[in-house]
């Protein structure tokens, strides 16, 4: 693993990017504006193949955050705090927090700010603001938002209305929240570096979490014409009942179908308005990158950036997270030490977001606690094409079953188990190597033979795909 060469324990910036999937320039989106996160990537190892454990923003966090999965957490929904399923768990940030770190807390790091209060130095951070509405900035966003609760109004329901799918205010980056917590993190930055002790100072950015809101400079980095529609607008052949949503995240929106599909020229306006939300939190972590190097911190912190999950624009002709497809399963995974050996590489490996709280751990020089259910990443940072995981897992509930998935080098496998009887209700594989976009369920083409490895493999679980054993790497 790289070793240190500061007497001081590193620093920890860790940066968590809310509905990032791997649309950037470093992942091979040229038309993507990401100049930030792709300079970061040329001083880290970018991480090809990272999953997560869950593809929702709560379950996903604190799976990250705890070091388990969420088959030990038991949380699978975006009401359970982390402290309420597992009060005693040694968290992430409590662990370094016990081990002489300042930790503190900046934007969305949990699903909220509740779920782990002991694991700070200090309260965490929530941007506020003169709001108009619920995000908005716009008197537009204000106008449908009013108009959409007098809908929700007249069908009898209680819960308010959703305001537009996105914004574009002509307005500065701090007039919405990612520009607010971009700034509370410098001050943070500025105040810790001039304290002895180390810090983990984790921030959560919103974007590009929907509404799709960011200021009109974002938007103007892109010509319209010029959008992508997603290639494969269609539904898997061969998919089962459990595999997709009616995305009711996006349609909750103003403007946007209640049922059907999402009309093209929409599409494009929603892919626009995603592609500028990243743009704009891509300028934020540039601010915070930049601030660390001038305050003389960068040679002794490391860095981790991440996406909580993925997210459709289209793809599958649906949108939105929430399924065990590789569109929403992966997500970007950057990793910066200062003294790594592979900085600017990528790396195809396999790993999983659970594998954070460990590798973290042994760069920082911790005890990687016993409840961790990942394995630390540490060594990739000197040597990324080292023999490594033979599957990531993730999974997702859906109408009592529990979908399990796993990806292996080349497949993705899927069963989908009643949580009452533990039947079998439906399986899914798709082949990489033939079908990178899973655009064909070739369970029922395929040998029997080979789905039953597979079925053993996913049942044998997490455990039994580990990398080898540490001293059978080296040399």
Same mark, same amino acid.
């Given at each position: 693993m790289p070793e240190q060469q500061n007497s001081k324990k590193p620093n920890v910036l860790f940066i968590v990017v809310d509905d990032l999937r791997t649309q950037l320039g470093c992942y091979g989106v040229p038309w993507i504006q990401s100049p930030n996160i792709d300079k970061l990537a040329?001083?880290?190892?970018l991480f090809e193949r990272a999953y997560c454990q869950q593809a929702i923003c709560a379950p996903s966090r604190c799976s990250a955050l705890s070091g388990c999965r969420p088959d030990t957490t038991k949380i699978y929904d975006l009401k359970t705090p982390l402290r309420d399923a597992m009060p005693d768990v040694l968290s992430l940030p409590e662990h370094f927090k016990q081990n002489g770190y300042e930790t503190v807390?900046?934007?969305k790091v949990y699903h909220a700010a509740k779920d782990d209060l002991q694991g700070w130095t200090k309260?965490?951070?929530?941007?506020?603001? !003169?709001?108009?509405?619920?995000?908005?900035?716009?008197?537009?966003?204000?106008?449908?938002?009013?108009?959409?609760?007098?809908?929700?109004?007249?069908?009898?329901?209680?819960?308010?209305?959703?305001?537009?799918?996105?914004?574009?205010?002509? @307005?500065?980056?701090?007039?919405?929240?990612?520009?607010? !917590?971009? *700034?509370a993190a410098i001050r943070?930055?500025?105040? *810790?570096?001039?304290?002895?002790?180390?810090?983990?100072?984790?921030?959560?950015?919103?974007?590009?979490?929907?509404?799709?809101?960011?200021?009109?400079?974002?938007?103007?980095?892109?010509?319209?014409?010029?959008? &992508? *529609?997603?290639?494969?607008?269609?539904?898997?052949?061969?998919?089962? &009942?459990?595999?997709?949503?009616?995305?009711?995240?996006?349609?909750?929106?103003?403007?946007? &179908?209640k049922e059907g599909d999402i009309p093209d020229d929409l599409a494009k306006q929603?892919?626009?308005?995603?592609?500028?939300? @990243?743009?704009?939190?891509?300028?934020? @972590?540039?601010? @915070?990158?930049?601030?660390?190097?001038?305050?003389?911190?960068?040679?002794?912190?490391?860095?981790?950036l991440w996406g909580d999950h993925g997210w459709k624009l289209g793809e599958h002709n649906s949108w939105s997270k929430h399924t065990n497809f590789e569109i929403d399963t992966q997500a970007p995974l950057l990793a910066r030490f200062p003294t790594m050996q592979a900085a600017g590489q990528k790396t195809r490996n396999l790993v999983e977001f659970v594998d954070m709280y460990p590798s973290l751990c042994e760069l920082c020089g911790l005890d990687v606690p016993p409840h961790c259910e990942g394995v630390s990443f540490a060594p990739l940072l000197d040597q990324p094409s080292l023999p490594w995981k033979q599957a990531a897992f993730s999974q997702y509930p859906r109408r009592g079953v529990m979908g399990h998935a796993m990806r292996t080098d080349r497949y993705r496998y899927i069963e989908w188990i009643d949580q009452d009887s533990g039947a079998v209700r439906a399986c899914e594989l798709y082949d990489h190597?033939?079908?990178?976009?899973?655009?064909?369920?070739?369970?029922?083409?395929? !040998?029997?033979?080979?789905?039953?490895?597979?079925?053993?493999?996913?049942?044998?679980?997490?455990?039994?795909?580990?990398? &080898?054993?540490?001293?059978?790497?080296?040399?």
């Open positions: 040329t001083e880290s190892l807390s900046i934007g309260e965490p951070f929530q941007s506020t603001g !003169d709001w108009k509405g619920r995000g908005y900035l716009t008197d537009e966003a204000l106008e449908a938002i009013a108009q959409c609760d007098a809908e929700q109004e007249a069908s009898g329901s209680s819960r308010r209305g959703l305001g537009p799918a996105f914004e574009a205010a002509d @307005v500065p980056d701090d007039a919405y929240h990612d520009g607010k !917590d971009a *700034l943070e930055l500025e105040s *810790l570096s001039q304290q002895e002790k180390p810090f983990f100072l984790a921030l959560g950015f919103h974007k590009p979490h929907l509404p799709f809101n960011a200021p009109k400079r974002y938007w103007d980095l892109y010509n319209p014409a010029d959008i &992508p *529609l997603a290639s494969n607008r269609f539904a898997p052949e061969g998919v089962t &009942p459990f595999s997709l949503t009616s995305y009711g995240e996006l349609r909750g929106y103003f403007g946007i &179908p929603l892919i626009h308005g995603y592609s500028a939300c @990243v743009s704009y939190m891509d300028a934020q @972590v540039g601010k @915070v990158l930049d601030r660390v190097k001038e305050l003389g911190l960068w040679d002794n912190t490391a860095i981790v190597q033939q079908d990178a976009e899973e655009n064909a369920n070739i369970i029922e083409k395929s !040998d029997a033979s080979l789905i039953d490895t597979l079925s053993a493999q996913l049942r044998a679980g997490w455990r039994a795909a580990m990398p &080898p054993k540490r001293d059978s790497l080296a040399g």
